[in-house]
């Protein structure tokens, strides 16, 4: 039964021309207050609908959070604020795509993103005395999450080197039309080994 199941899945990977995908690149983050860049780790999956048509769901999570520090003093006291953040993508593309030669085809994307972007403020307040010594800390955290949905788009290279395996060199940017502010744009560039059924 299970073996069965195995070998239905598998013949309709084959058929689809399904495929997965896992790689690194980096995310151009602009939809904070200071726009910052980060390694990204990048994961898809997907299929061939038809000769020129495909689908897939991408994810891209960038491995490290910006931070952004500002300090002051004020007569005896310091205060410093700490800003952590990051952007994960979720995106659904439809994919259009066309062989340049036997081994290498290009593709166009279009799709959905949603956005999930934690951050954390860190505000810290030092009582100085003299010779700038630290009498008393305190220290608050807070942590909010302002998800946005935008549209994406982008392109991808797929350079076959074996019947089942591709590197694919990619580029998307999504705009997030229905956000609060201005800033409001993420780019990603990257390259992944994609296994395909």
Excluded: K
């Amino acid at each position: 039964m299970a073996g069965s199941l195995v070998l239905a899945l598998a013949m309709f990977a084959a058929e689809t021309g399904a495929f997965v995908g896992a790689g690194v690149g980096a995310q151009l983050d602009n939809t904070w207050a200071e726009t910052h860049s980060a390694p990204a780790v990048l994961v898809t999956v997907g299929a061939d609908v038809s000769e020129h048509v495909g689908i897939r769901m991408a994810v891209d999570v960038p491995t490290t959070a910006a931070s952004i520090e500002r300090g002051s003093v004020l007569g005896p006291d310091r205060v410093q604020s700490t800003e952590t953040h990051h952007s994960t993508g979720w995106s659904g593309f439809v994919d259009v795509h066309g062989h340049l030669s036997e081994r290498v085809r290009i593709a166009g994307l279009a799709g959905l993103t949603y956005t999930v972007r934690p951050m954390t403020l860190v505000l810290s307040r030092d009582l100085l005395g003299a010779g700038n010594a630290v009498l008393a800390h305190t220290e608050m955290t807070q942590r909010s999450r302002y998800d946005w949905a935008g549209l994406a788009f982008g392109v991808e290279t797929q350079a076959r080197a074996t019947t089942h395996l591709s590197v694919v060199p990619m580029a998307t940017v999504t705009f997030f039309p229905l956000a609060e502010y201005g800033r409001t744009s993420i780019g990603r560039v990257g390259a992944e080994t994609r296994w395909r059924f």
